[in-house]
């Protein structure tokens, strides 16, 4: 059984930054990938950032330049830093690891607003 911890979630003024943390336990396959997914009230769950354990990054356009992601694979953790934060960033969001089939965390809140 794999579980996921996520942490880091909050309310940020717009232009402001978070960074969310998840750490996996469990049956982990060596090679895997851990990211981040979000949804909107209303809308549908949307990929934001995720990396293999060899290193290979995807981002959503709607992040590029301002969002990096990072992963120890020793500690099985993966981090996400938000930068330049907007109100379009409000979501709730999801720590995810695919290893033979996904896992998902409880999701964290994030909300920009003044």
């Known amino acids: 059984q794999v579980q996921l911890a996520e942490s880091g979630g909050g309310l940020v003024q717009p232009g402001g930054s978070l960074k969310l943390s998840c750490v996996a336990s469990?049956?982990?396959?060596?090679?895997?990938?851990m990211g981040w997914y979000r949804q909107a009230s209303g809308k549908e769950r949307e990929l934001v950032a995720t990396?293999?354990?060899?290193?290979?990054?995807t981002y959503a356009d709607s992040v590029k330049g301002r969002c990096t992601i990072s992963r120890d694979n020793a500690k099985n953790t993966v981090i996400l830093q938000m930068n330049s934060l907007k109100p379009e960033d409000t979501a709730v969001y999801y720590c995810?690891?695919?290893?033979?089939?996904?896992?998902w965390g409880q999701g964290t809140q994030v909300t920009v607003s003044s």
């Open positions: 469990g049956s982990i396959f060596r090679l895997n990938v």
């Open positions: 995810n690891l695919l290893t033979g089939r996904p896992y």
């Open positions: 990396m293999t354990s060899g290193g290979t990054i």
